[in-house]
């Protein structure tokens, strides 16, 4: 079983900054692939991010060349960090695990992250 709890969302202007972080328990983290999804008002969730367990990336159109998405597999971790950030990037921020052995899924609590124009 692996829970995922992510953190570090919080309130912020248009053109600033933030960093996530998706803390893994449970074994096997370097076994995950592990990906950020949001979920913003009246929108269904949609991938953000994903980092596979050998490190390759990929992101969605809308925030390439602004996020960059990493993971630390000694400290169980995963990250995201958000540059440029728009209004448009309001959303709970969801972590999401998959083991690449069995293919069970998890998913973190959202964190929510706000930008102001």
């Known amino acids: 079983q692996v829970q995922l709890q992510a953190f570090g969302g919080g309130l912020v202007r248009a053109g600033g900054s933030l960093r996530l972080s998706c803390a893994a328990s449970?074994?096997?983290?370097?076994?995950?692939?592990m990906a950020w999804y949001r979920q913003g008002p009246a929108k269904q969730r949609e991938l953000v991010a994903r980092?596979?367990?050998?490190?390759?990336?990929t992101y969605a159109d809308s925030v390439k060349g602004r996020f960059t998405i990493s993971r630390d597999d000694a400290k169980n971790t995963m990250y995201l960090q958000m540059n440029s950030l728009k209004p448009e990037d309001t959303a709970a921020y969801y972590c999401?695990?998959?083991?690449?052995?069995?293919?069970?899924?998890?998913w973190g609590q959202g964190t929510q992250v706000t930008v102001s124009s």
């Open positions: 999401h695990s998959r083991d690449v052995r069995k293919g069970d899924i998890y």
């Open positions: 449970g074994s096997l983290f370097y076994l995950a692939d």
């Open positions: 980092i596979t367990s050998g490190g390759t990336t």
